[in-house]
């Protein structure tokens, strides 16, 4: 299920003057998505899978460079560094 332009800047829209106002609107609002994402298998199935190709990718970036920490530093940004795993 893909949302639209207009979807998302509504939802944003909505988020920002409700949600920010009141604290158990966010919480209420955050348990609905939470359950909702939870039940859907596709979503479940589709995060697995990510975080499988990032361990994956973390994996073969370490055996190319033999895992010195240096060559990681040069070769790969910090931002990208980062959702690899790579903290240092």
Do not use: C, W
Not at 4 to 31: C, G, I, P, Q
Not at 44 to 69: H, S, V, Y
């Amino acid at each position: 299920m893909k949302i639209t332009k207009k979807e998302a800047v509504l939802f944003k829209e909505s988020y920002n003057r409700h949600l920010s106002e009141s604290n158990l609107l966010a919480k209420l609002f955050t348990r609905a998505v939470k359950k909702g994402i939870s039940k859907d298998k596709n979503i479940t199935q589709a995060i697995k899978r990510a975080d499988t190709a990032i361990d994956t990718a973390k994996a073969n970036i370490e055996k190319k460079l033999n895992g010195d920490r240096e060559e990681i530093k040069k070769a790969i940004p910090l931002s990208v560094r980062k959702y690899l795993g790579f903290d240092y």
